[in-house]
């Protein structure tokens, strides 16, 4: 299965929810409809073709939408275009009821900001025309009759749709706004995360070292920078080739999540290169934290079976008053694991 595959099958998905979503809407809505524009049906004497119609509109024509929909290619689209047709029946229904004040403004407002939170202003727009539309067509064919009074009765049966609906919708915009949400945070979680690793990227742990500068500015005292590279990883790839590469990078990084404290803040800056942010720790501390890292590198069981032994460089660097900014920070750290592997690799520096 390629990408635009699972994006299709993630598309039908979430259409088939929608739809179902949508079902339990209109059913709800046009239950609620039916008793105002009956009463006015009945107070304007209108024929039992129209009762008839009515009915079919509130007791059929949600299931009828809901199988059209969910056997439709899109079911997305195929809901859009419901909710399309419901604002249409929505003008058919105001022209007829002669645009009786109370229970023509209720609904044509549902309607409306019912397709608003749906489909956003283009199926509003699209909605509002189409239910403009078939009013004026009916409205005009009728003779164009206005009813201004609104008895207690309709008035009455009016009230539920003001206030069950708009309650409805309430509840259902919060939750899709809870998803949005819940999602939004997953996205912000992925962009601060090692593509390859489950481990913090550049970005997390440049947002990291900043906070910390910024505490041992107003709160003095010990904080360290580890700066780790795989040694001789271009001879990994080479000699066993990318997959056993990645998998060594896997290791190191779980090796690094084992060693590190709640505060710690292990990340991959990219390719064979880890940093550690350690607050709260003295360069001995940070030295013996660096020490159980290499003893557990040197067991490595990936590149064991290849009878190869992968070592590692670290460099740490303690945060200096002098120090200002992520980068001078990072730099000391990498400077440090310069000298480790100018003295021969395998080995920790301090600075
Ligand atoms: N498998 C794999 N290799 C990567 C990845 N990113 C970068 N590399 C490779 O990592 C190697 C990095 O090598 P260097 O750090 O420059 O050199 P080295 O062999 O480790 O040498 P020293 O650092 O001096 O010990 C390069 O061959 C890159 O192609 C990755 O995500 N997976």
Redesign the pocket.
């Known amino acids: 299965m390629n990408g635009s595959d699972n994006l299709n099958k993630n598309e039908r998905i979430s259409g088939r929810r929608f739809v179902r979503r949508m079902y339990l809407m209109r059913i709800l809505g046009t239950l609620l409809c039916f008793f105002p524009i009956l009463s006015v049906l009945q107070e304007l004497q209108r024929p039992l073709w129209t009762i008839v119609l009515l009915s079919a509109n509130a007791f059929l024509w949600p299931t009828l939408a809901f199988l059209r929909a969910r056997h439709a290619r899109s079911p997305l689209n195929s809901e859009h275009q419901n909710l399309v047709i419901d604002a249409g029946a929505g003008g058919l229904w105001i022209a007829l009821m002669a645009v009786n004040p109370l229970p023509s403004v209720v609904i044509a407002t549902v309607l409306l900001t019912d397709r608003l939170s749906a489909g956003g202003f283009i199926l509003m727009r699209k909605a509002g025309l189409t239910m403009v539309g078939i009013f004026l067509l009916t409205w005009l064919a009728q003779g164009m009759p206005v009813e201004r009074v609104v008895t207690q009765r309709t008035m009455f049966a009016t009230l539920p749709l003001i206030a069950i609906y708009l309650l409805a919708l309430s509840v259902l915009t919060d939750s899709i706004a809870v998803k949005l949400r819940m999602k939004s945070r997953e996205l912000e979680r992925i962009a601060m995360m090692d593509p390859?690793l489950d481990i913090a990227n550049r970005r997390l742990l440049e947002k990291r070292i900043q906070y910390e500068l910024e505490k041992l500015r107003t709160t003095p005292g010990h904080s360290s920078l580890m700066f780790i590279?795989?040694?001789?990883?271009?001879?990994v790839?080479d000699r066993f080739g990318?997959k056993v590469?990645?998998a060594l990078?896997v290791t190191v990084s779980k090796i690094l999540h084992v060693a590190s404290r709640k505060n710690d803040t292990p990340a991959r800056l990219?390719?064979?290169e880890f940093v550690v942010l350690l607050p709260d720790t003295s360069p001995d501390e940070a030295h013996a934290v660096a020490t159980q890292i290499m003893n557990e590198a040197s067991i490595m069981p990936i590149v064991q079976e290849y009878a190869f032994t992968c070592t590692l460089?670290i460099g740490i660097a303690s945060a200096l008053p002098g120090m200002h900014t992520v980068s001078e920070w990072l730099k000391a750290a990498d400077d440090a694991l310069y000298q480790a592997?100018r003295l021969g690799?395998n080995q920790i520096y301090s600075h």
């Open positions: 390859l590279d795989i040694d001789n990883f271009k001879e790839n990318h590469g990645d990078l990219g390719g064979d460089s592997k690799k």
